[in-house]
């Protein structure tokens, strides 16, 4: 047999055991309780519209302060990991390494619980509060690490031209290295932004008010209450339109830095 029937054949047998398998899960599944208890039209509008003018805004809300605390506090970290300043940079890195290593959950309980506990210290915003200082720490981590590797990739010649342009180094660094760094790293950075989006469901383990609850938490109190899993599909489907378009974004600008070089 040629190679080219070969691979034929396998595509065949490959499309055959996906129909096999498509049929068996729909010859099988129980319909009925799964349109009950996930697509459950009541449940589904009793969860409206707390589900975007509370838990939908709460995320968006929470992100965004994550996402701009995260990202000052990085650039912060990376300038100090290119400091010729040795003491700066081993607490940059210190802070990386740490940060990076350590799970965003464990990070949250401690800035909700532990620390306030040791320090009889409220964090300004209550729990919600806690827990967005939390991921500000963490994903300042992530996002400096981002920042490092573009401003690196800003070609040496630009700094070069710059000097000899007689620009000091600081105003080097602001006006010519990092507006490329930051266009460099636009796609992660828009990938960061995404996980942080989802990263906002931790803070479920601080405790939230009714008005401060994110789509996580407003899932998770609605299947309490109502003994049905129809809000967790509501909030994947929040989820989705939130992140989808965000998504699509990285992967544009990925094509695009591509199209660029």
């Known amino acids: 047999m040629k190679p080219s029937a070969r691979r034929r054949l396998f595509r065949g047998v490959l ?4 129909v ?4 068996a899960v729909i010859l099988v599944a129980d319909w009925e309780a799964i349109q009950t208890n996930f697509f459950n039209p009541q449940v589904a509008a009793a969860a409206f519209p707390d589900v975007i003018i509370t838990a939908a805004k709460n995320t968006i809300i929470y992100t965004a302060i994550a996402f701009v605390g995260g990202l000052i506090l990085g650039l912060i970290l990376a300038l100090m990991k ?19 290593g350590l799970p965003a959950l464990l990070v949250i309980f401690g800035f909700a619980f532990a620390v306030p506990i040791a320090f009889d210290w409220r964090p300004p915003g209550g729990s919600a509060g806690a827990g967005l200082i939390a991921l500000i720490i963490v994903s300042a ?6 920042l490092r590797a573009g401003i690196e990739a800003v070609p040496a010649g630009q700094r070069e031209a710059a000097r000899s342009l007689g620009m000091n180094p600081s105003w080097t660094m602001v006006s010519v290295v990092l507006p490329q760094a930051f266009r460099i790293v636009t796609p992660p950075l828009t990938n960061e932004l995404v996980i942080l989006i989802k990263d906002t469901s931790l803070l479920f383990i601080a405790g939230m008010a ?28 929040m989820y989705l339109i939130i992140t989808l378009p965000l998504t699509q974004l990285v992967a544009k600008l990925e094509r695009h830095n591509k199209r660029g070089r």
Request: without cysteine.
């Open 15 to 18: 499309y055959a055991v996906f």
């Open 20 to 23: 096999i398998v498509l049929a």
């Open 82 to 100: 290119l400091s010729p300043v040795a003491p700066y940079r081993w607490v940059a890195t210190a802070y990386v390494e740490i940060f990076r």
């Open 141 to 146: 981590a992530y996002i400096a690490e981002t």
């Open 210 to 237: 009714l008005g401060e609850r994110e789509l996580t938490t407003f899932a998770r109190d609605s299947v309490s209450q109502m003994a049905n899993a129809t809000p967790l599909v509501i909030a994947a489907l």
